[in-house]
Nanobody, 128 residues
Framework: QVRLVESGGGPVQTGGSLRLSCAAS????????TGWFRQAPGREREGVAV????????RVADSVKGRFTVSRDNAKNTVTLQMNSLKPDDTAMYYC?????????????????????WGQGTQVTVSS
């Protein structure tokens, strides 16, 4: 079965950086839309960033624009979220997600389509 395993989370101070990685097995990251979501306690899950199926374009949420970038390495079969200038509001569990094979991202409303595969999450805690 498909497995997505996140790593790279942890505690960091305001203004710091973290690099999250998502390793996929039994799923090729080039076969569908992949991305990152996050959920803080008491808040709804929100989309953070996605990479299109062909890797030609990405989308990031307005709340992280200019600070977070998402990328993909087909050879390593990984998806990476580089997070810079972190703020306490970025504190959340971060989840890697992927759409079923053939499912691309939507250029507009990229977080609205269903993502069938999810990782267990990695915690990011930003202290002030």
């Amino acid at each position: 079965q498909v497995r997505l395993v996140e790593s790279g989370g942890g505690p960091v101070q305001t203004g710091g950086s973290l690099r999250l990685s998502c390793a996929a097995s039994r799923y090729s990251v080039g076969s569908g839309c992949t991305g990152w979501f996050r959920q803080a306690p008491g808040r709804e899950r929100e989309g953070v960033a996605v990479v299109s199926r062909n890797g030609a374009w990405t989308r990031v949420a307005d709340s992280v624009k200019g600070r977070f970038t998402v990328s993909r390495d087909n050879a390593k079969n990984t998806v990476t979220l580089q997070m810079n200038s972190l703020k306490p509001d970025d504190t959340a569990m971060y989840y890697c997600a992927a759409r079923a094979r053939g499912g691309d991202c939507a250029p507009f409303g990229p977080f609205s389509l269903p993502f069938e595969y999810w990782g267990q999450g990695t915690q990011v805690t930003v202290s002030s």
